[in-house]
């Protein structure tokens, strides 16, 4: 499977933001050389890790979201619950029996989320946020 890079094209306008994004494709990085190698303990730590991780990046999304007044956090919040739950689907089968959980389909799963997430829910918000910052520059009479 061919990985996707990060680029300043996916950029959110937030740096934050940006950065929590850039540990997700290292992370995609990452699980796609043990799953590769067949490192079934790796792989389950990658799986643990990632769900803690997305939990506190979508929560710290979300809040980001609320504090600007978003108006499209409810769908985008619906989309990161729909994640969350298909990784703790994952961690629970991964948990039960590991050899139930292709390495390859966490990938899919994640390379997907990136790619449709990212590119295109999470860009969304970026020019609401670039909008409120130029708004608060002028307000405040900087250019
Ligand atoms: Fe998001």
């Known amino acids: 499977m061919e990985l996707v890079e990060w680029n300043d094209s996916l950029s959110v306008g937030d740096p934050l933001m940006d950065a929590h994004h850039r540990v997700f494709f290292e992370m995609i990085r990452e699980f796609s050389e043990y799953q590769e190698k067949d490192n079934r303990d790796a792989v389950r730590d990658r799986i643990e890790f990632l769900f803690e991780y997305a ?5 710290a999304e979300e809040k980001l979201m609320h504090k600007v007044n978003y108006p499209g956090l409810a769908a985008h919040k619906a989309e990161h619950d729909v994640f969350i739950h298909e990784l703790l689907i994952i961690k629970i089968d ?5 050899s139930s959980v292709s390495g390859e389909t966490v990938l899919k799963i994640m390379q997907d989320w990136l790619v449709n997430h990212i590119v295109v829910s999470d860009k969304h918000y970026a020019p609401y946020l670039q909008s409120l910052q130029a708004q608060f520059c002028s307000l405040s009479g900087f250019d």
């Not at 939990?55 to 929560?59: E, G, K, Q, T």
């Not at 991964?94 to 590991?98: A, E, N, Q, R, T």
């Open 94 to 98: 991964f948990d039960k029996d590991s």
């Open 55 to 59: 939990a506190m990046h979508l929560s």
